[in-house]
């Protein structure tokens, strides 16, 4: 692998260079469109966005009229940017992350080409990220952690340029996309970036000898403009918002996502958890990529040797490129750092996928690494059966409530995938599985559209809410709605959430004509409710108020709690 400067000229852009652009963006366009706004987080999400535009207040974020601190504003913003465009859409606030996730795509080429010198692997890298499947199925899904890979990708090309001497450009650069990061998702960012960039000295092959302290010194004052960035929304904000607030956005979300396993973090897990997890985010490259066991051995010698030289010599160079080493000290360190994080979901990772598929592109192109289709044509057939006879498993009752709305032949489709790549078995093209993959997101997701997808719409209950708030009938629920109700009809009023029957009974009282709602199925009453809908893996209901506190509480449904787990993300 040639080592070059990570300050040369950028080569021209050519069309092969567009193509894995194309065939991602071609393939999760149409969920831009056909996809409706999921719960529980995307529906709370457009609905904070919804009472921004409502409210006039851009500054404090709010959900059902309290303020919302468990997200900074950016996405918001972006969202009510669409809006002036298009008008109030769900899918704006889709085409939003999905140009995120392009720019992530020209940013993967851009920093795979920084980093190796190589137009094939930045090539190569491009189509890997594309084609992993968990980039695949949120690359247009309404998260923070899609503008955040952007963010962070653009905050390493900053620390290419300080490593390269380019002091000015890397400091805006960096500076710039850690603020907007903050933004995005909160000090998180600082974790994704913080060993890549720490850890330059070791990866860059020498080219800071004699500049240590001058790169340290620019990456501080990157670090400072990125704060400064993030703390002209956060001090005005943290004044308008009141002490309660200021605390939570300061301390409160920061803090709780840090501590131990056993703190009161949301999503609490264990250490090993993002072990079992990311092999599956990542695929189909555990199934496809094959390498050779003498190579590898080679390459984990010729990697030992170098970092146990700490003084990089110029003779070991030429053993592991710049590239080799970033994607390591990105990937590596990073997960630990991660893993150690008490509370954890998935998409906490997707940040660090570029830096796997750098690395599988670097293994590529040196053909330590091949590709073979057969084991992931296998499993795509396997799965196509267990699709296809879905209704015929022995389930229990919610999951049999979504087999039955899925159609046999999605199976079917799945199989014909699985049979695509079982033909290429041997000298498989990387574009194909990236193909095949992208179509694999894009049938999951026309599943939930054309069968469970009846079940994430909350359109009809919302819109007789909105209905019962236009007549002047108070309208409250029992246990907290995440805001499901306020986008999706566009309500102009908060819907009052209560979690115990006592403090309903006691609204209730001074709101004789009021309704109340629950999808909880702890607070199912026995009077017959006036409108029920099928909602995620039960029902959401709507009772008179008076009728439902006259009838009392069901206790044959008082065992199940709906959405009991779904937690700010």
């Not at 090539?123 to 962070?152: E, H, K, S």
């Amino acid at each position: 692998m040639p080592v070059t400067p990570l300050c040369a000229p950028a080569p021209a852009w050519q069309r092969d260079d567009a193509l894995p652009l194309l065939a991602a963006f071609a393939l999760l366009l149409p969920m831009v469109l056909l996809m409706p706004a999921l719960p529980i987080d995307e529906t709370r999400y457009l609905a904070v966005a919804w009472e921004m535009r409502q409210s006039g207040d851009f500054l404090v974020p709010h959900l059902n009229g309290a303020t919302y601190a468990h997200k900074p504003p950016l996405l918001f913003w972006l969202i009510n940017a669409g809006w002036l465009v298009t008008g109030v859409q769900a899918w704006t606030a889709r085409a939003m992350t999905l140009a995120c996730s392009s720019a992530s795509l020209a940013l993967m080429h851009r920093l795979a080409w920084r980093l190796s010198g190589s137009v094939a692997v930045a090539r190569l890298a491009t189509w890997l990220l594309a084609g992993t499947l968990y980039f695949g199925l949120f690359a247009n899904a309404i998260m923070f952690d899609v503008p955040l890979a952007t963010c962070v990708l653009l905050a390493l090309l900053g620390v290419c340029d300080l490593v390269a001497g380019r002091m000015r450009r890397g400091v805006l650069v960096t500076g710039a996309a850690i603020g907007l990061g903050i933004l995005v998702k909160g000090p998180v960012m600082l974790l994704d970036i913080a060993c890549v960039a720490l850890l330059a000295p070791w990866w860059s092959l020498g080219r800071l000898d004699g500049r240590r302290a001058a790169y340290f010194g620019a990456l501080g004052v990157a670090l400072l403009l990125g704060a400064a960035i993030a703390l002209a929304w956060a001090i005005p904000a943290a004044l308008h918002g009141g002490e309660d607030y200021a605390r939570a956005i300061f301390l409160k979300q920061t803090l709780d996502r840090i501590q131990g396993v056993k703190g009161t973090s949301a999503h609490g897990r264990p250490w090993w958890w993002y072990l079992a997890v990311f092999p599956l985010m990542v695929l189909p490259w555990p199934l496809v990529v094959r390498g050779g066991i003498g190579a590898l051995r080679a390459r984990l010698r010729e990697l030992q040797l170098d970092v146990l030289d700490w003084r990089w010599p110029a003779a070991l160079c030429g053993r592991a490129s710049a590239a080799w080493r970033c994607g390591i000290a990105w990937l590596v360190p990073t997960f630990v750092v991660f893993s150690l994080v008490s509370g954890k979901q998935p998409h906490y990772l997707l940040p660090l996928i570029p830096a796997l598929a750098l690395l599988i592109a670097l293994g590529l192109e040196s053909a330590q690494l091949r590709l073979r289709g057969g084991l992931f044509g296998a499993v795509l057939v396997l799965l196509g059966l267990g699709v296809a006879s879905l209704r015929l498993w022995p389930l229990g009752r919610t999951a049999q409530a979504y087999a039955d709305l899925i159609a046999p032949w999605w199976g079917l489709a799945v199989i014909v995938l699985g049979g695509v790549l079982l033909g290429w078995r041997r000298r498989l093209p990387l574009a194909l599985p990236v193909v095949v993959t992208l179509a694999l997101a894009l049938v999951i997701k026309l599943v939930i559209v054309q069968g469970p997808g009846a079940r994430y719409d909350i359109t009809p209950m919302a819109q007789r809410i909105a209905d019962l708030q236009a007549q002047g009938h108070p309208v409250a629920n029992l246990g907290w709605h995440h805001g499901v109700y306020e986008f999706a009809a566009r309500l102009h009023e908060p819907v009052p959430a209560f979690d115990t029957v006592a403090d309903f009974a006691v609204w209730a009282q001074q709101h004789p004509d009021a309704y109340v709602a629950t999808f909880y199925r702890q607070f199912r009453f026995r009077a017959k409710p006036v409108f029920t809908q099928p909602f995620r893996g039960g029902e959401v209901s709507l009772w008179k108020a008076g009728d439902a506190l006259a009838s009392g509480i069901d206790p044959s449904l008082s065992h199940a709690v709906e959405d009991a787990d779904a937690g700010e993300e």
